[in-house]
């Protein structure tokens, strides 16, 4: 059978297939130990493995693989059960498309059309039959199956099953792996032996693609220290990237409480599905390529070629549809791309059938011309109803004519279309680029470096006449060697705003930044206090920044944001990097880039944790160990490229380097992301090599870098002297040599411009999952740091009761929506209470660890100590307050023990307890439970002993007075000597007396360590 073409790694896949037929483009291999006698100790091994898998998962024993001379790729495009199936395919190869590859003339086009062909067969054969859903009969066995297997609670949802194999030791164990909601698992029973694992999504610290010695490609989850291999997938990418969306799901909804509580779709954990997991991940990474709103989903994909008319050529690639936009990217993703609003659109055609060809038709009077697409009178039709588009022959001749009017009118037209309309501008909104104000350009008075400025300009009005202007350009190779050269200052603030995709933001919410800046006007917030604070430390040497007009409107932009977001609200290097950009973009303009940086581009850079930016720093890191394998041998320590290049990150080079070189470096990374940042990175280290090898401390490696940053300049900037920031030039005693910016930017590029999109993309994806576990390691050992001054239980049990203390939070996080440990979980919250449980968990695990756990009336003991504990009335107990109850009841003095007691047995811990239900006895219910902890929670105020309150010894739950509770009580008993029928004061003494014994023969009760381990039901 055909197979959609996907790269195989051969690294050491020649262990495991013997070659067969070869030719010029392509290789036919059999996998060892089928089909042969002998075939030595690998031919052994292999057949073993393969003979353990069932149908489902079985590897094909013979396969095609496409390559190109010269080439160490190759693709997979074909496989079959037997020889005749196989021979049949390699035939069909020989006659129809060896032949026709020699008229190309170089490889990326011969894999482009070899690509194309065999989609185009796949398509064929699957013409006219209909994708079925999974069997939902299997699927209803397989649910059954692992429910029996694993025992987890019945809201856990099944996702999806694979046959696989786990690697136990050397030996691979064939079974079942099961992809549910909240946990990974695995299930084998060969010849008696029985595995079983489990594995939390939340707890995995690193999931990956692998391949070794005997596996070619394998899947590697890392979780508390201890490696598991997965193998032997009919389909790896598809169990990878299930695994990956599971993994990533429980970290947001888990750990990152300000994204779970945006994102509808991770609000209900039941609704997670298959094909729901794979279309969120094709829609991200759609709008991440395309800079897209963070509202648009993917919805349809189709494979087709798009009419490139200034190069005469139709260049294949693939349509992407949202519910606002018709995007194309070229197969290589970086030939041609084009995004078309649909708002944009006026005419949507079916103009040539025998080419099953599409024409879109934008105000912009410019026609795109899509062929080959699939169900193309279809598509029309959505398209048409999507946009309410319709065939017009005035239009179109309107776009013809267009098409052949001179360059000169063409560009007319196009500089005079508004990039965004805007409605209700607020009058104290600037509407001029600070640069325009305070740097004009003299037209008269042209020197050398103003005619080099206006050459740029002419380069880039002349790619304006051939690829369009405005959102829906042509993005090409030559776009990207512009970049390379820098935006003129003119055009920077107009091709900020369109490749960063804020302009599609700012044309669908036409005044809403000037309503926002009147709204935000006089708001007083810890975010406006530090955004005061430190206005004047933003690009303090510029003039723009000293006068009140710069400060105004940087005030404005920052606040209206931070009114905007209050989750990310402000944070530092947000206002260098917005100072730069009010240089050359209108007020309203940079905040809509400030939007796309903060909330698209650079994703979690700006909150609490700079997760995002640890994120990156960590995709740095393996990127170096990549291409700079010399630095990261002689560097013991990698953390010191995270904290040398934090503020690279963070502020995209803007606070190390002149400002006049710096926004060379904005330019390239508003047209290719975050990619930009890391290959700039790498030349820099790799630009300093032989200086940072000699270093001996990160003290001397700081300084080189420093320095050489210092003698970065460009020679191009029509920037006056007053502006420019760079030192390096001016100084005849530096001894580093002058460094172009351009020079750097083109250097990087060629050195590592090979670093993929995709690439990145999936090194961050992994990346978030061990900084997330890192900064929950940091978590629990500031925590157990903090505690263990407080409490005698050792090291070692303190970070037993820890875990189990966070795995109780999490469970009931698992498979509750409203869980108030889940709605009150917020990461910037102090170390301690990060964490915390409320009674129904506190009374499990009162029942596993208290040696007070033993009586009748255990739930009451359980209520009583809770409310004792949540001192602060919401409910809730943090992971200090928890231990230092064990603390006493192990390690406390008699005394302290007998206090303990005596607490339990008065207000506001003490409350009467009877189960509404006589059957339960002394077993109180989960509702029960919740209810009798919430008494008296509400404010004092609220109730009728209010006066009685404020008498009270504690006074609303502060520090207890016993002396004075006891004084208390004894003036009580005197006036009420003559009632001595006093039941409900009785049964507490009573209750008192009964536990105080208990405690005399349990004072000696064993460690925390013991009961730990203990079994439950002893």
Not at 127 to 156: I, Q, T, V, W, Y
Not at 476 to 490: A, H, S, Y
Not at 785 to 797: G, L, T, W
Request: glycine share 6%; aromatic share 10%.
């Amino acid at each position: 059978m055909w197979l959609k073409p996907e790269e195989v790694l051969l690294k050491n896949a020649l262990k495991l297939w013997v070659l067969e037929r070869s030719n010029e483009y392509f290789v036919l291999q059999r996998r060892r130990g089928y089909g042969e006698e002998g075939g030595g100790l690998a031919g052994l091994l292999v057949g073993t493995l393969d003979a353990v898998l069932d149908s489902t998962s079985k590897v094909a024993p013979f396969r095609i693989l496409h390559q190109t001379p010269d080439s160490q790729v190759y693709w997979s495009i074909a496989c079959g059960a037997n020889r005749e199936e196989i021979t049949e395919h390699w035939d069909w190869l020989e006659r129809n498309v060896m032949k026709t590859l020699s008229v190309f003339d170089s490889n990326e086009d011969i894999t482009s059309f070899v690509q194309g062909k065999i989609r185009g067969l796949i398509a064929e054969e699957n013409k006219g039959s209909l994708n079925k859903e999974e069997d939902p009969e299997k699927f209803r066995e397989a649910h059954m199956k692992f429910e029996k297997c694993f025992g987890l609670a019945e809201p856990e949802k099944l996702v999806t099953y694979y046959s696989c194999s786990y690697w136990k030791g050397r030996m691979p164990c064939q079974g079942w792996l099961y992809l549910s909601t909240n946990f990974l698992s695995f299930y084998s029973f060969l010849l008696g032996a029985e595995i079983k694992l489990i594995i939390a999504w939340d707890e995995i610290s690193k999931l990956e693609r692998t391949s070794n010695v005997i596996l070619t490609e394998s899947i590697h989850v890392c979780s508390h220290g201890e490696d598991h291999y997965f193998s032997m997938f009919m389909h790896i990418s598809e169990t990878f990237l299930l695994m990956e969306q599971l993994a990533l799901y429980a970290v947001r909804r888990l750990f990152d409480k300000e994204t779970f509580e945006g994102d509808p779709v991770l609000h209900d954990p039941l609704q997670i599905t298959k094909r729901g997991l794979e279309s969120r991940a094709h829609s991200e990474q759609f709008k991440a390529f395309f800079r897209l709103p963070k509202e648009e989903t993917l919805q349809e994909v189709h494979e087709c070629f798009l009419w490139v008319p200034f190069s005469h050529y139709n260049t294949l690639g693939k349509m992407c549809i949202s519910e606002n936009y018709i995007c194309f990217a070229s197969q290589d993703g970086s030939l041609c791309s084009i995004i078309i609003p649909l708002r944009e659109v006026v005419a949507v055609e079916s103009s040539d059938p025998a080419n099953k060809a599409v024409s879109i038709s934008t105000k912009g009077m410019k026609a795109f011309r899509f062929s080959e697409v699939r169900d193309f009178e279809l598509l029309v039709m959505k398209l048409r109803s999507k946009c309410g588009a319709s065939s017009s022959p005035q239009h179109v001749a309107n776009v013809e004519v267009a098409a052949g009017s001179s360059p000169d009118s063409l560009l007319d037209y196009y500089q005079g279309q508004p990039m965004a309309s805007h409605k209700g501008n607020s009058k104290t909104v600037s509407t001029e680029a600070l640069m325009t104000v305070f740097h004009p350009q003299d037209m008269e008075n042209l020197d050398s470096k103003m005619l080099k400025e206006k050459m740029k300009e002419q380069s880039w009005n002349i790619l304006f006449i051939e690829c369009g202007r405005g959102v829906s350009m042509f993005r090409t190779r030559k776009t990207r060697d512009l970049l390379v050269k820098g935006i003129p200052e003119v055009l920077r603030g107009e091709l900020w705003l369109l490749f960063s995709g804020a302009v599609n933001d700012m044309a669908t919410n036409p005044g809403y930044y000037a309503e926002l800046v009147e709204r935000s006007l006089g708001t007083c917030t810890l975010a406006t206090d530090e955004i005061e604070r430190d206005l004047r430390r933003s690009l303090p040497e510029h003039p723009a920044f000293q006068s009140d007009t710069g400060i105004s409107a940087l005030r404005r932009v920052l606040t209206a944001y931070a009114y905007r977001n209050p989750k990310i609200g402000y944070c530092q290097a947000m206002n260098i990097l917005t100072s730069v950009l009010l240089l050359y973009a209108k007020e309203e303009e940079a905040f809509w880039l400030l939007v796309a940086v903060c909330e698209r581009m650079l994703p979690d850079y700006f909150n609490r944790r700079i997760i995002g930016a640890l994120v990156d720093q960590g995709v740095f890191e393996e990127l170096i160990r990549e291409h700079l394998p010399q630095l990261t041998e002689h560097m013991t320590d990698m953390t010191f490229f995270s904290s040398v290049s934090l503020s690279w990150f963070l502020t995209l080079f803007i606070s190390v380097l002149p400002i006049e070189s710096a926004v060379n470096v904005v330019d390239c990374f508003f047209y290719d992301g975050i990619k930009v940042i890391l290959q700039l990175g790498l030349a820099v280290l790799d630009y300093n090599m032989d200086k940072l090898l000699t270093c001996k401390d990160d003290a001397e490696a700081v300084t080189v870098l420093n320095r050489f940053f210092d003698s970065i300049s460009n020679k191009d900037s029509p920037l006056p002297p007053t502006v420019q920031q760079a030192s390096g030039a001016n100084d005849p005693k530096s001894q580093h040599p002058n460094v172009d910016i351009t020079d750097l930017i083109r250097e990087s590029n060629e050195k590592y411009g090979d670093i993929r999109f995709e690439d990145v993309e999936s090194m961050r994806r992994q990346n978030r999952l061990y900084v997330i576990q890192t900064l929950e390691v940091t978590t629990k050992q500031n925590v157990l740091r903090v505690i263990s001054q407080d409490v005698k239980i050792c090291p070692s049990d303190l970070d037993d009761l820890y875990e189990l203390f966070k795995k109780e939070h999490f469970l009931s996080c698992y498979w509750s929506m409203n869980s108030p440990a889940l709605k009150h979980h917020d990461p910037s919250l102090p170390y301690l209470d990060q964490y915390r449980i409320d009674c129904q968990q506190f009374r499990l695990l009162h029942h596993l660890l208290s040696p007070w756990a033993r009586c009748a009336n255990k739930d009451s003991l359980a209520l009583w100590t809770f409310r004792l504990l949540d001192e602060n009335l919401d409910g809730l107990i943090n992971f200090k307050e928890f231990a230092s109850v064990l603390n006493t009841m192990y390690y406390g003095s008699f005394t302290h023990k007998l206090k303990l007691l005596f607490k339990l047995h008065i207000p506001p811990a003490f409350t009467e307890v009877e189960s509404l239900s006589p059957s339960k006895g002394a077993q109180l219910s989960k509702e029960e439970l919740i209810h009798f902890s919430l008494l008296n929670v509400s404010s004092p105020g609220d109730s009728e002993d209010e006066g009685t309150w404020k008498r009270s010894p504690d006074k609303g739950k502060g520090k207890l007075d016993i002396q004075a509770y006891l004084k208390q009580w004894q003036d009580e008993l005197l006036k009420k000597e003559e009632n001595i029928k006093d039941l409900p004061r009785m049964s507490q003494v009573k209750s008192f007396c009964a536990r105080t014994f208990g405690v005399v023969q349990l004072g000696g009760a064993g460690l925390v360590g013991d009961v730990l381990h203990m079994d439950q039901g002893s």
